[in-house]
């Protein structure tokens, strides 16, 4: 797409999206809202990126190696917490018991392993959107001009 | 007047249950494949509807800790069952579309019937 | 002729269906049978287990951590499966999983 | 320590399907070494847990530590550690095959891949059989069928994508219905915890009979959908005859016999005895397993496609299980276990003995296997052995179960259900028996090569043999397992 007043907006505004996307992770134990919405969020802004200014530049930004480290990353992260409770307490996924401080609750930093899990989901649910999307893109493509990569 | 009455109270569950059937009509008659995956969708949304609705409590606050002691807090365990099934939809979803975009590439129709017919005629040749 | 049946089928079992909704537990308050020592439980004591004040937080991370864990492997798995459906072989080297 | 020995097999599955991208740059045979000994590993860990259990009663293993009501919790019983060890053994053979598959639909590049999903595969399989929890089932029952469309699809065949779309949508609808089937479960008792349902349940059923009812019926319907219960087979047989010959063999012998087993659990340790035999729960089924095991084994008369043929074979085998369930008695569902093993082996020694035909002769049909026995005659050995066992001629693992499976029904007074399984034996014959006489007798005079024995990957040939000693000394021995089995099945309380 080449207008430019849509390009500008969108510069103006991913922005901000992501900003809220991030708010959103980081405030999921205490306000609606966690690591789902708010990955879906980023990822959305990184969609709408690639729908104004095109797949290149947007695989530029945002490349298949990046989106792997972050899909393989987020499970290993996820998979790491709950080991760091099956040593420190003897179940997998302990919270509190493992040693993860309480903090106070209604505060940001609070509520032991939740926030690092929502962060991990964050990350994990942003980069499978933008992937996918660009997955089925890319097909799309190849389904409607063979050969034109 | 009484059934108008019981229709209103039970909306919710009527209207999941009336989704899913819709969602099912979909899936079995329809021939465009994207139209399938749609009421796929449309199935799952009714489901999550239902737990809602189950979850529900007339005049409740979200499940989020309140200062007044005396609030009623809905439930707050289909919330989180929904959550996760959103997700496993979303991935389903992802998946029937590329099936279908690689489908429409081999054979050019994304209509079942002409789909059938094309891999019969191509059984027939082998 | 083929699709009516169908269609007919469908009301029927619509009719089945609402008629049983009539007969389950659908009140919308705190006397439903699922509104239970569970949820009681969660409301009660989900800020001292957990810490989190948002309960849905609480069982999505915590108590219920380990669904999580397996849908968070959902969308990896469909990363994987939509990319061995759609990806095609020209790509350069080491791009690929 | 060994109570967390389910959870690690599963995070072994898990780091082994994170770690092969990783091991992308370096030769192929990094990744399926490493994969070997992962599985090697659980394996051993599966023999420890059995025994383990056997001994000292089923694992409880509470997430996070929280009380089973408000958490997830595994329950490691008999039945499901049995289970497992045959999973993963199963697969372990499998996967042998599979390094020795150059070609066979999937391409150099989608290997990593391949066994990326193969690993996962295992780890939902392992929490499926494992958990306690409904919920939990179903988000691994997501896990299983997204796994199992794209291993189908990962062959790039023209076929092989409308075979798995039509396999994605059945097992969707199939998932929709058991989650709301969950949900109306929910909405009596409050609970997902199986224990914890199944207590609510037996207080409350009478109350809210018609919420039971239906949340019965759409769970047992989404589980027939996926474990391709006779009248929702529709799904198998195209996407057995497209999908590569390891993935077909891991379909038909592993992925739905584990919806079985989920079925046994949701019947016997969800609903119990009171509420299914108000329903007449169990008439239905046997009627469901007796057409099942019928009309299968006409069906697959009617093919020309051998995998097509194997596919519609698994049905009406599938129809034994059934039948074995639905007695409803520890004899019948210990028969139905058994049977689970045995034609698990069988019908993977099937699948993957035509895998290698197919890999070497590039022939589909039945009628081209004329004379192959003099060309590859190990193969075929395993093929006739494994097939023997599908009739039910003793010494094989076959016979015993059917022989278990008449027992139980002569035991539950329906002794007319074994002209049924005597009559499915017959049909079975009337499709193995040409193939086998044909392979080994009938010679044409230019394909007829006394001394030109094909040379097959030792992978392949190993897997192969391996199977086929399995089904013998399962024949021949059945105690091995029989006794635990049978331990297993009464722990469920039946009659």
Redesign the interface.
Known sequence: MDDRIVKSITRLVIPFIQLYGIFIILHGHITPGGGFSGGTLIGTSLILYTLVFGLLPSKKKFSHRMSQIAESGGIVIYVGIGLIGLFLSGQFLTNLDAGFPIGEPGELFSAGMIPLLMITIGIKVASTMVSLFHLLIEGDLDADHPGIR | MQIIQAFVDHINFIGAVALFLIGLHTVVTKKNLIKRIMGLNIMGTSIFLFLVAIGNVTGGVPPILQQDPNVNYINPIPSVLILTGIVVVVSMTVYSLSLTIKIYEMYGTINQDELTHLIREEEIHD | MK?HL??LL?LI??GI??Y???????M???D????????E???KNA?N??????????????????????????????????????????KKE???? | MINQLPIINMLIFLATALIIPLLSKRTFKITLIFGFIMLLCVVTSSFFLIFHIAEHGAILYQFGGHDSKIGIEFKVDLMAAIIGLFVVGLTTIIYIYSCGDETEGVEQKEYGRYYILLFIILFAILGIIYTNDLFNAYVFMEIISITTCSIISIKRKKETYAASFRYVMLNEIGSLSYLFGVALIYMVTGYTNIDWVSQSIQSIWQLYSINIIIALGFMIVGIGIKAAIFPFHIWLPDAHASAPSSSSAILSSIIVKVYIVVLIKLLFKVFKLDILNHFHVSTILVIVAATGMIMGSIFAIAQKDIKRMLGYSSISQIGYIVMGIAMFSSLGLASAMFHIISHGLMKAALFLSVGIVIYKKKIKKKNDFEGLAYEMPITMSVFTIAALGMIGIPLTSGFMSKLTLGMASLDHRQGYLIIIVVLSGLLNVIYYLPIIISSFLKSEPNTYHPFKIEKVPWPMLTSVILLGIGILTFGIFPNLIMNMITQAAELFGLI
Not at chain 3, 61 to 70: H, K, M, P, V
């Open positions: 699709k169908l269609s469908f079992f619509f269906l609402v049983s909704i009539m007969e389950m537990p659908t919308q308050n705190q439903a049978p699922s509104y239970n020592e569970v949820t439980y969660y409301i800020v287990d957990t810490g989190s004040v948002n309960f849905i937080s609480a069982i999505l991370a915590d108590y219920r951590g380990f669904d999580t864990l397996g849908e968070t492997i959902v969308l990896f798995t469909s990363v994987i499966a939509v990319a061995s459906v759609l990806r095609t072989v020209k080491g791009e690929d999983y």
